[in-house]
Nanobody, 126 residues
Framework: QVQLVESGGGLVQAGGSLRLSCAAS????????MGWFRQAPGKERDFVAA????????NSADSVKGRFTISRDNAKNTVYLQMNSLKPEDTAVYYC???????????????????WGQGTQVTVSS
């Protein structure tokens, strides 16, 4: 089973930046779409960003477009989420997700992913 471990969360002031990392186990990392979701208190888990297997294409939610950037380093089995211009509304638990390695790029739904990390807390103060 693939295991995903997020890190890099913490407390940051509005307007600041933070970079999340997701380290993946196994030998199939480069075969999978990878994504980030977030869940704010009292809210459902929402799509944030996704990246294709080779890193050639990315997609992001409208709420973070222009501020957040997803990237991956397949040699390190790691996916990143660079978060800039953070807002209090970005406060949430952020989850890393791994796709099914099918070769079909589906990325915006929770059901598009097979593996999930346990989450890392991001808190943006005003």
């Amino acid at each position: 089973q693939v295991q995903l471990v997020e890190s890099g969360g913490g407390l940051v002031q509005a307007g600041g930046s933070l970079r999340l990392s997701c380290a993946a186990s196994g030998r199939t990392f480069s075969s999978r779409t990878m994504g980030w979701f977030r869940q704010a208190p009292g809210k459902e888990r929402d799509f944030v960003a996704a990246i294709t297997r080779s890193g050639g294409s990315t997609n992001s939610a409208d709420s973070v477009k222009g501020r957040f950037t997803i990237s991956r380093d397949n040699a390190k089995n790691t996916v990143y989420l660079q978060m800039n211009s953070l807002k209090p509304e970005d406060t949430a638990v952020y989850y890393c997700a791994g796709g099914d390695a099918s070769g079909i790029y589906a990325y915006s739904r929770q059901n598009d992913y097979l593996y999930w990390g346990q989450g890392t807390q991001v808190t943006v103060s005003s």
